[in-house]
């Protein structure tokens, strides 16, 4: 763990950072456990997850936590997931605090219910004046939304007109989706050996780069987190220009 934790530059860490925490219920059926029991298991890569980002120093730390989609799921599985919900912010909360780490949330939370609404609120008060990382948990959430949420809104504004038509462009969107006060993510990890995002950050996650991990969401360690960050800083990233123009840049 250490040999890999030494290879990355602090320098040059994502400032934020996207997690799709995928693979629970199938790590647990491989066990011969309930789908639930997955879940339960999934708090310690959470927690080495966010200990491992905030103590390299990453900004922003997005856990894709429960989709608009997973209402389709058992309604038993639902019901454990906001329980565990509840139950992982009070358990969590001292290492939030002795990390400096601000908890904070995008997504309809007022279709949560009314308990893990409370627990959510009390968290992110609990957090509010930590100096380090900012936690973001991304809850009944999904792209689609955010974007058809942004679009309503702006569409409201020029109906309203507060606005031109001409002036909706890139940045006003971006302004009024649920990330605005929030850089888009550098890096995205998704586990279980998926590739695909699944509707998580299908605007902000126009120039992230992608670290598909093999490792069911339970079983991810800091030194699964570790290997994402070498790979992305072994990444050219160019945001549309050539190599050479890169070169360039750094070498007038």
Not at 3 to 22: N, T
Not at 114 to 131: K, V
């Given at each position: 763990?250490?040999?890999?934790?030494?290879?990355?530059?602090?320098?040059?860490?994502?400032?934020?950072?996207?997690?799709?925490?995928?693979?629970?219920?199938?790590?647990?059926?491989?066990?011969?456990?309930?789908?639930?029991?997955?879940?339960?298991?999934?708090?310690?890569?959470?927690?080495?997850?966010?200990?491992?980002?905030?103590?390299?120093?990453?900004?922003?730390?997005?856990?894709?936590?429960?989709?608009?989609?997973?209402?389709?799921?058992?309604?038993?599985?639902?019901?454990?997931?906001?329980?565990?919900?509840?139950?992982?912010?009070?358990?969590?909360?001292?290492?939030?605090?002795?990390?400096?780490?601000?908890?904070?949330?995008?997504?309809?939370?007022?279709?949560?219910?009314?308990?893990?609404?409370?627990?959510?609120?009390?968290?992110?008060?609990?957090?509010?004046?930590?100096?380090?990382?900012?936690?973001?948990?991304?809850?009944?959430?999904?792209?689609?939304?955010?974007?058809?949420?942004?679009?309503?809104?702006?569409?409201?504004?020029?109906?309203?007109?507060?606005?031109?038509?001409?002036?909706?462009?890139?940045?006003?969107?971006?302004?009024?989706?649920?990330?605005?006060?929030?850089?888009?993510?550098?890096?995205?990890?998704?586990?279980?050996?998926?590739?695909r995002l699944s509707n998580f950050f299908l605007w902000q996650a126009a120039y992230a780069e992608f670290y598909f991990s093999p490792v069911f969401w339970p079983e991810f360690r800091k030194p699964d987190l570790y290997a994402a960050f070498v790979d992305?800083?072994?990444?050219?990233?160019?945001?549309?220009?050539?190599?050479?123009?890169?070169?360039?840049?750094?070498?007038?």
């Open positions: 763990m250490q040999e890999l934790k030494q290879q990355i530059d602090k320098d040059r860490l994502p400032h934020h950072v996207g997690v799709i925490m995928d693979g629970n219920g199938r790590w647990a059926q491989g066990q011969g456990k309930p789908r639930v029991f997955g879940h339960h298991s999934a708090v310690e890569a959470v927690r080495a997850t966010v200990e491992g980002c905030a103590e390299l120093g990453v900004g922003y730390l997005t856990l894709y936590a429960f989709s608009t989609e997973n209402w389709d799921r058992p309604e038993m599985e639902v019901g454990a997931l906001m329980q565990l919900l509840v139950d992982t912010i009070g358990s969590e909360m001292k290492m939030m605090l002795d990390n400096g780490i601000r908890l904070a949330t995008i997504g309809d939370t007022a279709g949560l219910p009314e308990a893990t609404r409370d627990a959510l609120a009390f968290g992110i008060e609990q957090t509010s004046q930590g100096d380090g990382m900012t936690l973001i948990l991304a809850l009944n959430y999904s792209g689609k939304w955010d974007l058809a949420r942004a679009a309503r809104q702006l569409a409201l504004e020029v109906g309203a007109g507060r606005m031109q038509a001409e002036a909706v462009d890139e940045a006003a969107l971006s302004a009024r989706l649920s990330t605005h006060a929030y850089p888009d993510p550098e890096l995205i990890i998704r586990t279980s050996g998926e590739h992305f800083q072994q990444r050219e990233r160019r945001f549309g220009k050539t190599s050479e123009q890169l070169k360039q840049a750094t070498n007038p």
